[in-house]
């Protein structure tokens, strides 16, 4: 009779990818003749797994062909792990975490939920844990604001990061966030100057430090959280100074060139890792995080043990002397990039008398000094 054949990894209609489209369509016949296997009790190992074996291929094909944008939006998938996910656990499926206590407020204006903080315990690690939290549902989403943190959260990350320093704690930070909200009341509360102050603080710290981008990495909203000794990043995230939809808005006034901006942006993990701005880039499963969530997080959870077993075998000062170079570093020695796409100009309308002057070549460069 053979073993069974489970049916893992699958997908929906309501969150898949349009290039995820192929691979849906083969799963829903596989989940026909599952299906059908269970209630009359056959054995259709024999026409599942030539199936199963066509579905693997396919997405490693897909996989292959994946471009920056298409990276980008497995980064937002809406069932991709998340910080609850990997620190706790969520939907029945076991966190990475041992031990958990959450750490709220920054004693000065509020508690801000798109930001969780507190002491954690892996193994024999005991550390402090740092992640942006975007929610599942619309309540959540809400309350959490979508992940874009006001300035009262980067306050209370770095006031529980100079506890940690203090009890000489190792830092973990899980960065997910699109970027830090932009609204009148945050920066009226000083959001540029809490996302520097915590960039400098996060330099000087005598405890280890790892940074891990699980999903969306965006801009200062990242940085707030993302300096360390080891910066990681998931192989379907993104890192970046500005969203693709953001960039494009700026250079083609149209959000519709997302895909372009993000070629342009070199925000992929494989990228970041060759321009030397991250250390290690964590493989996910076959076609995503979201696909297989529960050995996401067992890859994740090998890599934090793995890097914090190294971490503290160092003296502080090795390590704060190793820190300070390579952020020193940064942009220097890197072999040369191939070329990025064109960007084209905005071409000028008919009577836009102000387009069709940018157009015009100046010719100021060609006069001569006085």
Not at 261 to 267: E, I
Request: aromatic residues 6%.
């Amino acid at each position: 009779m053979g073993e069974p054949v489970t049916l893992t990894n699958k997908t929906d209609l309501t969150t898949c990818l349009p290039f995820e489209r192929p691979v849906f369509e083969l799963e829903r016949k596989l989940e026909e003749l599952q299906a059908l296997s269970d209630s009359a009790s056959m054995n259709l190992n024999g026409e599942l797994r030539p199936l199963l074996e066509k579905r693997d291929k396919m997405l490693v094909e897909i996989v292959g062909r994946l471009g920056p944008w298409e990276r980008v939006q497995i980064a937002r998938h809406p069932r991709r792990p998340q910080f609850r996910d990997y620190a706790m656990g969520d939907q029945g499926r076991p966190g990475m975490l041992d031990e958990w206590i959450e750490l709220r407020g920054d004693r000065l204006f509020g508690d801000d939920k798109a930001i969780s903080t507190g002491f954690a315990r892996l193994g024999r690690h005991r550390f402090l844990l740092i992640g942006h939290r975007k929610g599942r549902d619309t309540k959540e989403k809400l309350a959490c604001n979508f992940g874009c943190a006001h300035p009262e959260g980067y306050r209370k990350a770095l006031q529980k990061m100079k506890l940690a320093d203090r009890f000489g704690l190792p830092i973990v930070t899980l960065i997910n966030t699109p970027g830090a909200y932009p609204g009148i009341g945050a920066e009226e509360r000083g959001q540029a100057w809490a996302i520097a102050e915590n960039i400098l603080e996060m330099s000087a710290l005598r405890v280890p430090t790892l940074c891990i981008v699980i999903g969306e990495g965006g801009s200062g909203g990242a940085l707030g959280i993302g300096v360390g000794d080891r910066v990681l990043m998931l192989e379907h995230s993104y890192y970046s100074v500005i969203s693709p939809e953001g960039c494009a808005a700026i250079l083609w006034k149209s959000g519709e060139k997302a895909p372009e901006a993000a070629r342009a942006l070199r925000l992929t993990s494989e990228d970041l890792l060759r321009l030397k701005v991250v250390d290690e880039v964590v493989p996910e499963p076959l076609g995503g995080a979201h696909r297989d969530a529960a050995t996401m997080v067992g890859t994740l959870k090998a890599a934090v043990v793995r890097h914090l077993d190294e971490l503290t075998a160092m003296d502080a000062d090795e390590r704060l002397s190793l820190r300070y170079a390579k952020l020193r570093a940064f942009g220097n020695g890197l072999p040369p990039l191939d070329p990025p796409p064109e960007v084209p100009a905005p071409k000028a309308e008919k009577g836009d008398r102000k387009a069709e002057k940018a157009e015009k070549p100046s010719d100021r460069g060609d006069r001569p000094a006085k």
